[in-house]
Nanobody
Framework: QVQLVESGGGLVQAGGSLRLSCAASGRTFSSYVMGWFRQAPGKEREFVAVISWSGDFTYYADSVKGRFTSSRDNAKNTVYLQMNSLKPEDTAVYYC??????????????????WGQGTQVTVSS
């Protein structure tokens, strides 16, 4: 089992940047593919990004491609989401999640085994 805690959210103006962190504890961090999802009020939780256990492979939603970058430091048990050129439509609660299936970089909510509590990101226009 792994516990996940996100941090780094906040209020930022459009065009600004934030870096989210997700710290993991428990089972070996490198045993998991790590995903980022977000949920805006009244909407379903949606995929943002995923990173392989080694950090060598990443995959992004079209809506954030070219603006967001995910990375991880397995020595620090932490995964990051660097968010640049933020837009008001990026406003949401952002969640990190862990998937024990190392063979697939999934963009599907049900395939993730563990979730953090979320961190609010608000982008003002």
């Amino acid at each position: 089992q792994v516990q996940l805690v996100e941090s780094g959210g906040g209020l930022v103006q459009a065009g600004g940047s934030l870096r989210l962190s997700c710290a993991a504890s428990g089972r070996t961090f490198s045993s998991y593919v790590m995903g980022w999802f977000r949920q805006a009020p009244g909407k379903e939780r949606e995929f943002v990004a995923v990173i392989s256990w080694s950090g060598d492979f990443t995959y992004y939603a079209d809506s954030v491609k070219g603006r967001f970058t995910s990375s991880r430091d397995n020595a620090k048990n932490t995964v990051y989401l660097q968010m640049n050129s933020l837009k008001p439509e990026d406003t949401a609660v952002y969640y990190c999640a862990a998937d024990a299936n190392l063979h697939v970089l999934s963009n599907k909510v049900p395939e993730y085994d563990y979730w953090g509590q979320g961190t609010q990101v608000t982008v003002s226009s």
